[in-house]
């Protein structure tokens, strides 16, 4: 089953028989097995990878760092689950180190994404102090390279 699971990680677009030829099976027993981890909850659902400097120059994503008092009885299950609900927010993480979740959030612009930090994550009780990170430009997502070959513009330097 790891190596279904990796196959599927790599191209979730291929077909059971395609499957089926590289593992050494039949269709059926892919088609059975991928419903299994479906329905175990190993597959939790299937996803796009786009290249937003195609599809959407303007896309402004960002890491932002949230400090957090976790609250008795539930730690921090209850804040994360409050700053996942968001529309903007992409992925909540419980971190160790320096603070405690890692959030990814999507917006149409800095200003957005500003707005969202100081209006609603910042305000959220038990929300200590927030760091956030603009993303300038994706090299590899999900494993899969989404930058196109850059011209390296930099000039030679010698001694």
């Known amino acids: 089953m790891n190596a279904l ?3 599927l990680k790599q191209n979730a ?3 059971n028989e395609t499957l089926a030829m590289m593992l050494d099976t039949t269709p059926d027993a892919v088609a059975e097995q991928i419903a299994q981890l479906e329905r175990d909850g190993v597959i939790k659902g299937y996803s796009l990878i786009l290249n937003d400097e195609i599809v959407n120059k303007d896309r ?3 890491f932002i760092e949230l400090k957090v008092t976790p ?3 539930c730690g921090f299950e209850d804040l994360a689950k409050t700053v996942m609900m968001y529309d903007e927010v992409e992925s909540v993480s419980l971190m160790s180190g320096a603070y405690d979740l890692a959030v990814t959030v ?7 994404i500003a ?3 100081a209006q609603r994550l910042s305000t959220i009780d038990g929300v200590l102090s927030t760091a956030t990170h603009f993303v300038l430009k994706r090299y590899k997502e999900m ?3 989404v930058a196109e070959d850059a011209v390296d513009e930099r000039s030679m330097v010698s001694p």
Do not use: E, Q, Y
């Open 60 to 62: 402004v994503s960002a």
């Open 5 to 7: 699971l990796h196959l």
């Open 143 to 145: 494993g899969i390279f």
């Open 115 to 117: 707005l969202f930090v």
């Open 106 to 112: 999507t917006g149409d612009s800095l200003k957005d």
């Open 13 to 15: 677009r291929l077909s």
């Open 71 to 73: 609250k008795r009885d």
